[in-house]
């Protein structure tokens, strides 16, 4: 480099550090004039352009200088960062591992790297290129909080709370991370602490409309509508156009009876915002209240748009949509006689086993869950992956899963039992003498697994009107997973339901499984009778607490869609709401019936689906 290049080179960096990036820009110019391959020069004019958003001069000029110089790991890693901010998450990640194999330390490489593999909906690797950049600078602030954001993803909460926290020693005065914390305790359960954590949010910074807006969903989902209310006003005032704040507020306004105020929001609403999340769930949200006016051809048009919405998503595209039809069809051809027969005896139990709460989503487990959590002898654990966990430690077994399950000696046995039980209490903490009951509906799969496990378990097995049942999931807004995608369509939710239920009554055929089914027409005509047959199955001494559940459940963070109902008295409105969208249910119905007269819903049951059922039957 000539002395003349050289010192414009030095005054252009300056310049750049110094924040005068105009004339930083008209120095780099200035040395590709005489030497136009001079790398630093194009790779700093290129970082100036990408601040500017002009990414594609931004990416010639980076390009060039890696052209320039291959050795240099800045320049690969920086090309990464444009290619992020052009939305090409995959050549981004190309790009950030170039620059690793020229610098495998290299927090920022690291840190991006995890940027990208996030953006391609790969959590777990990203939380792995996270945990190297910490690990080659402790203090990287932007890596810890980058991490939490990933383990959130993972359903780590409590994992991600505390690289949250690490980035907060770093930056205490970082509103988004009090934001993001805010999120990750929310998820955790921490229903004061994520309130906090919002609140000191807005205070550093109050141009920013998401911090009020995740502060009235989170008081939102707590029941405390009027304070929502203000929350999602304090966030429109910054923004007008916040989706999430438009949604909460007419949300609110809803469960407030406004039905008209919240029809006017959601009708004044940008109707094509850029995010499908977000365009989803406004879609569902006009479907409740159009179900609420009794508008029911205008809600079914709104939850098949915001269904289609949600199907669209990145995740919900990535989403392995046959992994749960291939494991029912899987579990049904294994699971006959001649192959329990061979079955390993298994150890005596060391400690009692749980009680699994299972039906299908929207039977009514969540109902179940808090009259039975407010019984003081019994601890519910709300859909967590405690069972999930055990599967894939089989499934990695040479025979895989659910053929393992045969060959397990005692020791193997005891190994998996005592993994359920850490991740019980990994999420629940010490139980203090109650018993467990694992609230998870589609654990109804893995009833096999259950018996395998805990041959004594007793299971209590939410029913509910296969149409309503069907119904009620097609109206949710699912967070998309290998289960939730296939409730995109109310033909697909049917379809996924009998694929559910089917191989519970094959269990009940081959499996001697000591099983309780509670009919949710049955709970919400009579809770106290319902409540002491649960009981009495259970062995529990009757409790009056199980009749004040809902004051029970404002006390819980609820993480289903059932958060607002479960904290209202029993009501009867939700039986037979099918039949207000008997004209969707043509192609449905043949679908159900083998359902509807197997559970007592056909002719042959009580009228009005309202029969009861004893122990052991379904």
């Not at 909460?157 to 690490?166: C, G, I, L, Q």
């Not at 999120?183 to 409309?209: C, F, K, N, T, V």
């Not at 967590?384 to 045969?406: E, F, I, K, S, W």
Request: glycine share 6%.
């Amino acid at each position: 480099m000539s002395k003349p290049v050289a010192r414009l080179l030095a005054e252009a960096l300056a310049h750049h550090r110094d924040g005068r990036l105009d004339r930083a820009d008209a120095l780099y110019r200035h040395v590709l004039r005489a030497d136009p391959r001079q790398p630093d020069a194009l790779h700093l004019s290129g970082l100036i352009a990408h601040g500017r958003g002009d990414e594609t001069r931004a990416r010639s000029l980076i390009e060039t200088a890696i052209a320039a110089d291959p050795r240099a790991p800045a320049y690969p890693n920086s090309l990464g960062v444009v290619l992020l901010a052009l939305d090409r998450p995959g050549e981004a990640e190309h790009w950030f591992r170039r620059a690793l194999a020229l610098d495998p330390v290299y927090p920022e490489a690291l840190n991006n790297l995890g940027n990208a593999l996030q953006q391609q909906d790969r959590p777990d690797e990203a939380v792995e290129a996270y945990d190297r950049a910490t690990e080659a600078r402790p203090d990287y602030a932007e890596a810890w909080c980058n991490r939490g954001r990933a383990l959130h993803l993972t359903e780590r909460p409590r994992d991600a709370v505390a690289s949250f926290r690490r980035a907060l020693a770093l930056r205490g005065d970082w509103s988004k991370a009090h934001r993001y914390l805010g999120d990750a305790l929310a998820a955790a359960g921490d229903r004061d602490g994520a309130e906090a954590a919002y609140r000191r949010a807005i205070d550093l910074d109050g141009r920013d409309s998401e911090a009020p807006a995740a502060l009235a969903g989170l008081l939102e989902r707590s029941n405390r509508l009027e304070d929502a209310l203000v929350a999602a006003h304090q966030a429109l005032r910054l923004d007008a156009g916040d989706v999430r704040a438009t949604v909460t507020a007419a949300r609110c306004e809803r469960r407030l009876g406004r039905l008209e105020d919240a029809r006017r929001r959601l009708d004044a609403l940008d109707p094509m915002p850029a995010d499908l999340t977000t365009r989803a769930y406004a879609a569902f949200e006009r479907g409740q209240v159009c179900d609420r006016l009794g508008e029911y051809e205008a809600a079914y048009a709104a939850f098949v748009a915001g269904n289609d919405l949600l199907a669209a998503t990145p995740a919900a595209r990535h989403v392995d949509r046959a992994f749960f039809p291939d494991l029912i069809a899987r579990l049904q051809h294994r699971v006959q006689p001649d192959w329990l027969a061979r079955w390993t005896p298994p150890p005596p139990p060391d400690r009692p086993p749980p009680v699994f709460l299972i039906g299908f989503p929207r039977s009514g487990t969540t109902l179940l869950d808090q009259i039975l959590d407010a019984h003081p002898a019994l601890r519910t654990m709300e859909e967590r992956d405690a069972l999930d966990q055990v599967r894939r430690a089989v499934a990695r077994m040479p025979d895989g899963y659910p053929d393992a399950l045969a060959d397990l000696d005692a020791g193997a046995l005891t190994d998996l039992r005592r993994l359920y039980f850490a991740e019980v209490e990994r999420h629940l903490g010490p139980a203090d003498g109650r018993t467990v009951v694992d609230k998870m509906p589609l654990n109804t799969i893995d009833g096999v697994l259950i018996h395998r496990l805990f041959p004594d378990a007793r299971l209590i097995v939410a029913l509910r009107h296969p149409h309503d049942v069907v119904l009620s999931g097609f109206m949710q807004a699912m967070q998309p997973n290998g289960a939730m995608v296939l409730f995109d369509s109310l033909a697909g939710t049917a379809a996924f339901y009998a694929q559910v239920m089917g191989l519970w009554l094959h269990y009940r055929s081959v499996l001697p499984i000591e099983a309780h089914p509670v009919r949710y027409e049955d709970l919400v005509a009579d809770l106290p009778g319902q409540a002491a047959r649960i009981l009495q199955f259970l062995g529990v001494a009757w409790d009056d607490a199980v009749l004040e559940f809902a004051e029970h459940a404002r006390t819980r963070a609820i993480a289903t869609p059932s958060y607002h109902q479960v904290v209202q008295p029993i009501y009867r409105h939700a039986v037979q709401r099918w039949r207000n969208y008997a004209f969707a249910f043509g192609a449905v119905a043949p679908i159900l019936r083998p359902f509807v007269d197997a559970f007592g819903y056909g002719p042959g049951g009580a009228a009005g689906g309202a029969a009861g059922g004893e122990a052991g039957g379904s």
